[in-house]
């Protein structure tokens, strides 16, 4: 149930830099994308060990419009509102932006199939680096979100779901490869 009126809204905030693969399909280079997020927060709460969610949304791992779906970016309606929500509920919530790019114009199943399965990691790297800073940011900075670095949970919506038990199952690249059909991710 909602304990507060009110919510918080931040700025976009960057969590993180890295490289992208995305221009590499429009005849570019890889460059380096701020990775972004909104942080919600209940509005005049002072308790400082709020748990977080770490919020992610669906997009199929390709840019809005062009991802064939009905969203794909922070401000989606459906995030905004979830965040809201749980926000008045006393949670905090960084609703997160991950790196986003494959090929799916190949004529190639293979590229595609190969380009899908490392932008999805590339996403598992992201959404690590988001946890990173936050539990660093409480830290060093001495708790500036008001969370418990010991109380993050990852959420989302889609592709943002995948990516949330991805992070929470895979640990190293390597295991990908370790399954009980070796073959299954071969080409």
Not at 85 to 102: C, E, F, I, S, T
Not at 149 to 172: C, E, F, M, R
Request: glycine residues 10%; charged residues 15%; aromatic residues 14%.
């Amino acid at each position: 149930d909602p304990v507060f009126s009110q919510v918080n809204v931040s700025n976009l905030t960057p969590y993180g830099f890295n490289y992208t693969f995305l221009p590499l399909l429009f005849g570019g280079h890889f460059t380096k994308q701020p990775l972004v997020m909104q942080v919600y927060t209940p509005a005049g709460d002072t308790k400082t060990d709020r748990p977080l969610i770490i919020y992610l949304h669906t997009g199929n791992f390709f840019p809005f419009p062009g991802n064939g779906s009905c969203g794909g970016a922070l401000n989606d309606s459906s995030n905004v509102e979830f965040a809201t929500r749980l926000a008045k509920m006393g949670y905090v919530v960084a609703v997160a932006d991950y790196r986003l790019g494959w090929n799916p114009f190949s004529t190639s199943e293979l590229t595609r199939r190969f380009t899908l399965i490392n932008g999805a990691y590339r996403g598992v790297q992201d959404v690590r680096s988001c946890i990173r800073h936050f539990r660093k940011n409480v830290a060093v900075d001495g708790n500036d979100y008001g969370i418990d670095p010991n109380k993050i949970v990852v959420w989302g919506q889609g592709t943002g779901g995948y990516l949330s038990l991805a992070t929470a199952y895979l640990d190293k690249f390597s295991e990908i490869y370790t399954t009980a059909d070796p073959n299954k991710f071969k080409i």
